[in-house]
């Protein structure tokens, strides 16, 4: 098992800037990638941005402004939100997937204020 424990979440104004962290605790061999996805009320879940072999990948409504970042062997990633916009207010999910298992963190909240 792998236990995801993300944090930073907040209420920010449109333009400001968040920082989301996740570390990840347990049976963490064989993590190939970890990444973000966010839920907004009434919304799927949806990918954010992730990283895998030294790769990233980002949905198209974040790019320019966000950054994923970290170390997968050390079992950190971080979320570097910039320019914020009300349209970003949702839950925020850790994810790593181990082999073919996926493991989820409990979310944080971030509230983009107009």
């Known amino acids: 098992q792998v236990q995801l424990v993300e944090s930073g979440g907040g209420l920010v104004q449109t333009g400001g800037s968040l920082r989301l962290s996740c570390v990840a605790s347990?049976?963490?061999?064989?993590?190939?990638?970890m990444g973000w996805y966010r839920q907004a009320p009434g919304k799927q879940r949806e990918l954010v941005a992730i990283?895998?072999?030294?790769?990233?990948n980002y949905a198209d409504s974040v790019k320019g402004r966000f950054t994923i970042s970290g170390d997968i062997a050390k079992n950190t990633v971080y979320l570097q939100m910039n320019n914020l916009k009300p349209e970003d207010t949702a839950d925020y999910y850790c994810?790593?997937?181990?082999?073919?298992?996926?493991?989820w963190g409990q979310g944080t909240q971030v509230t983009v204020s107009s």
């Open positions: 347990g049976s963490i061999f064989s993590i190939a990638a």
């Open positions: 990283i895998a072999s030294g790769s990233t």
């Open positions: 994810n790593a997937r181990q082999r073919t298992t996926y493991y």
